[in-house]
């Protein structure tokens, strides 16, 4: 069984910063490729950014240059510092791994104000 708790959420002016963070309880966190995601009302929920164990990142096209996401292993954490942010980022933030099923955290919302 693994726990995703994210944390970091808040209200932003657009242009604005916010760094996620996501805890895993995963004694085996390093072997594992980490993403957020988001959903804003109304809206599918959609694949913002991942990490591979090795580090690798990839970023949908609506975020990239303007959120980072990296991960420190040794504390089992994967952050989020997002910037430049703008109306439309405004969701409820998740983290996400694959552990022989899917498992979710139960997000942090981020709103952002224009």
């Known amino acids: 069984q693994v726990q995703l708790v994210e944390s970091g959420g808040g209200l932003v002016e657009a242009g604005g910063s916010l760094r996620l963070s996501c805890t895993a309880s995963r004694t085996i966190f390093s072997l594992y490729t980490m993403r957020w995601y988001r959903q804003a009302p109304g809206k599918q929920r959609e694949l913002v950014a991942s990490?591979?164990?090795?580090?690798?990142?990839d970023y949908a096209d609506s975020v990239k240059g303007r959120f980072t996401i990296s991960r420190d292993n040794a504390l089992k954490m994967v952050y989020l510092q997002m910037s430049s942010l703008r109306p439309e980022d405004a969701a409820t933030y998740y983290c996400y791994v694959v552990d022989g099923r899917d498992y979710w955290g139960k997000g942090t919302l981020v709103t952002v104000s224009s």
């Open positions: 990490i591979t164990k090795s580090g690798s990142t």
